[in-house]
């Protein structure tokens, strides 16, 4: 089976984090978001995708060079028109296929799930989605079910049940949805959206079956709250890692890592060339790389962006759902004090 992986978005909502990188680049752990959903569709059967790009393109191309598991072939998204029209790019690559599976690069996806509805709608229906169990629904699009089969799909609803069925942005999609494609027009958001293509689908006859799932394993990152959570729940899944991989304390430290003495760190992502000197403390935060956390600063719930540096002294504390952020090559004076939500750009 073919897969179409979506990946040419910027993630404006990331920013500043994506000035220099696209969002499917943030890393998850030890390698980038869109190269751990690559993998995924590789173990769950996918021997051939095609990943749409646009935003720093050449970037993306770079971090699959070595890629091995499943053969990748690259289009470009000439202008970021939404999902459908991404989609469109790949309908040379997916040729005659009656059936493909298609996934927006920034999430977190795990291989079972796939695999299970690539299961399920084998021969027997038209299609088929993930629909994810989701506490926080109105951030999403909610999947309106009849019978089991997909009846719509509401985008962002202002008034949601408490826990909805939100789409996953995981697929398994008829060759009819490029035509469909072709003929939807511009959301209220100017784009053209997949979500309506689908829908139009539905309308027509198509059976597009929903696997629904508590979904622990998936995170739409979107925002820098869900990049952080994603982080931190990947380590509590860190069983599969290399021993020396993990160190001090339940945290992931890449390559050319510098601790000095009397540092803490505590269920933190460390990624290259980061230096921490003497009396650090780094809790439930996600250090990009090339960034400098000077002597005795604290932080907790933050994402430092690469190349930053923290000011000795400095105390900033946020919280998983508002994390303080630090962009890229931003440098915070000695002795700062901020709370949660703080962006320095």
């Not at 979506?6 to 998850?28: D, E, F, N, Q």
């Not at 590789?42 to 051939?48: H, L, Q, Y």
């Not at 990049?227 to 160190?247: G, H, I, P, Q």
């Not at 933190?268 to 000197?277: A, D, F, G, Q, T």
């Amino acid at each position: 089976m073919k897969g179409v992986i979506l990946a040419a978005g910027r993630g404006k909502r990331l920013s500043p984090l994506t000035s220099t990188r696209p969002k499917h680049l943030l890393p998850i752990i030890d390698k980038p978001l869109v190269r751990h959903v690559a993998e995924a569709l590789a173990e769950a059967g996918v021997n051939e995708a095609c990943i749409v790009i646009g935003y720093k393109s050449e970037m993306i191309k770079d971090t699959f060079k070595d890629f091995s598991k499943m053969k990748i072939t690259f289009a470009v998204q000439k202008e970021q028109l939404g999902t459908a029209d991404a989609l469109l790019y790949a309908e040379e690559f997916i040729g005659k296929e009656e059936k493909f599976v298609l996934v927006y690069g920034d999430l977190t996806i795990e291989p079972e799930p796939l695999k299970e509805l690539i299961n399920i709608v084998g021969s027997v229906y038209d299609g088929g989605l993930i629909g994810i169990r989701h506490l926080d629904s109105k951030r999403f699009g909610i999947i309106v079910l009849k019978d089991g089969f997909l009846e719509s799909i509401v985008e962002k609803p202002e008034i949601a049940p408490p826990t909805s069925l939100v789409n996953s942005g995981i697929y398994i999609l008829p060759h009819e949805i490029f035509k469909a494609s072709r003929k939807i027009e511009k959301s209220t958001r100017g784009e053209y959206e997949l979500t309506d293509a689908i829908t139009s689908l539905v309308k027509g006859g198509r059976r597009i079956i929903v696997y629904e799932s508590e979904g622990e394993w998936w995170f739409d990152v979107g925002h820098p709250s869900d990049l952080l959570a994603a982080n931190l729940r990947r380590l509590k899944l860190s069983k599969n890692f290399r021993k020396e991989v993990l160190t001090i304390n339940d945290s992931y430290m890449d390559n050319d890592v510098y601790v000095s003495d009397n540092v803490c760190i505590e269920s933190s992502v460390i990624m290259r060339n980061v230096k921490i000197e003497r009396g650090a403390s780094i809790q439930y935060s996600l250090i990009l790389e090339n960034a400098v956390i000077n002597s005795h600063a604290s932080l907790r719930y933050c994402i430092i962006g690469e190349n930053a540096e923290i000011g000795e002294g400095s105390s900033l504390i946020g919280e998983l759902s508002s994390p303080i952020v630090v962009g890229p090559g931003v440098k915070v004076p000695s002795s700062t004090r901020c709370i949660s939500g703080a962006l320095f750009q």
